[in-house]
């Protein structure tokens, strides 16, 4: 493993099913972080984690959810998917969360909701 | 409240010079950031700017001006594989980025 990656790399989903996208990278990076990209929008913010073992609240939580049981990894639930979660889907990650701290992106999730 | 103004897009020249303006409104400033994104990949980083001026690396160079809220990203000598969207980002005084919808650009040849 090189930097981050992401799983599935693109999924179709029936409204009401449960996913995890999963998140692993090997750069030993304290900070990790879930955003969603759609056309016409900057990338919004879901979830973060500052360390291991801590889990924070972006811009746009309701219904996903994180846990971040060691620092390589920090998968993203949805609990029941709705056509509004179709969107892509980043995970990234940086050395810390302080101000110059640079946040770098996995491949992406391209998720569609039917 | 917060917002971050990019160009949708913009058009130049194979060789020429380009100038992408971002400008912001935040809850508190702890640095600007510029990343590339390129269709269907995922945004890579440009460069980091916290005090005013000009920040130059290569062909491309990045400025910042905190009492007008605004930045600019310089591309010169363009070329093709330039053809990209560029994002604005602002970190806030909580430290998550706050991110612009990015600029679309085209390179004609």
């Known amino acids: 493993i090189a930097g981050i990656t992401q799983a599935p790399t693109s999924q179709i989903l029936a409204a009401g099913r449960r996913m995890t996208l999963r998140c692993t990278q090997d750069?030993?990076?304290?900070?990790m972080y879930w955003y969603r990209q759609d056309l016409g929008l900057g990338l919004r913010l879901i979830h973060y984690?500052?360390?291991?073992?801590?889990?924070g609240k972006g811009e746009v939580p309701d219904g996903y959810s994180v846990s971040r049981a060691n620092t390589d990894d920090f998968p993203l639930t949805l609990a029941s998917a709705v056509p509004s979660q179709t969107s892509v889907y980043f995970c990234?990650?940086?050395?810390?969360?302080?101000?110059?701290?640079?946040?770098?992106f996995g491949p992406g999730t391209r998720l569609t909701v039917l | 409240g917060q917002n971050i103004d990019q160009p949708t897009e913009m058009t130049a020249t194979e060789g020429a010079i380009v100038q992408i303006n971002c400008t912001y409104q935040t809850s508190g400033f702890n640095g600007l950031f510029w990343y590339q994104q390129h269709a269907g990949e995922a945004p890579t980083f440009l460069s980091y700017?916290?005090l005013d001026g000009l920040e130059e690396k290569g062909r491309f160079s990045s400025f910042l001006s905190r009492s007008k809220g605004y930045s600019y990203l310089l591309l010169k000598e363009l070329q093709m594989k330039d053809s990209a969207s560029y994002l604005c980002a602002v970190r806030e005084s909580n430290y998550q980025l706050i991110w612009g919808a990015g600029t679309k650009l085209i390179i004609k040849p």
């Open positions: 984690s500052n360390t291991a073992g801590t889990t």
């Open positions: 750069m030993r990076h304290n900070a």
């Open positions: 990234a990650s940086s050395i810390g969360s302080g101000g110059s701290d640079t946040q770098y």
């Open positions: 700017n916290v």
